[in-house]
């Protein structure tokens, strides 16, 4: 059973910074795993209203969103069963639920694309005040 838990979210003002962290049960397993969000009022129901922000497949390929380039940074530790996204510079536009993905497919790629995750967790909230 594919079980992921998010932690890390927070309160803070614009300018700092915030790790998130995503304990998968068998992080080795998850060939591509990703970071989406979800801003308040953004419209859509489910996984199809949250955006993309980051993700890193089997073979260490990571993207990110156009928006947290530069701020941000993806990490896994198969060690640690766990992903990581590193939240440097946050901007009040940064506040929003975030959510981990995970994809099993060995042939899966590094994407932003919600259909291409089948797993989920249940989100930490992030609130950047200005």
């Known amino acids: 059973q594919v079980h992921l838990v998010e932690s890390g979210g927070a309160s803070v003002q614009a300018g700092g910074s915030l790790r998130l962290s995503c304990t998968a049960s068998?992080?080795?397993?998850?060939?591509?795993m990703a970071w989406f969000r979800q801003a308040p009022g953004q419209e859509g129901e489910g996984v199809a209203a949250r955006e993309g922000v980051a993700a890193i497949d089997r073979t260490g390929t990571i993207i990110y969103a156009d928006s947290v380039k530069g701020r941000f940074t993806i990490s896994k530790d198969n060690a640690k069963n766990t992903l990581y996204l590193q939240m440097n510079s946050l901007k009040p536009e940064d506040t929003a639920t975030y959510y981990c993905?995970?994809?099993?497919?060995?042939?899966?790629?590094?994407?932003?694309?919600?259909?291409?995750?089948?797993?989920w967790g249940q989100g930490t909230q992030v609130t950047v005040s200005s």
């Open positions: 993905a995970a994809n099993l497919g060995w042939y899966c790629n590094a994407d932003l694309m919600q259909r291409d995750y089948p797993h």
């Open positions: 068998s992080a080795d397993s998850y060939h591509c």
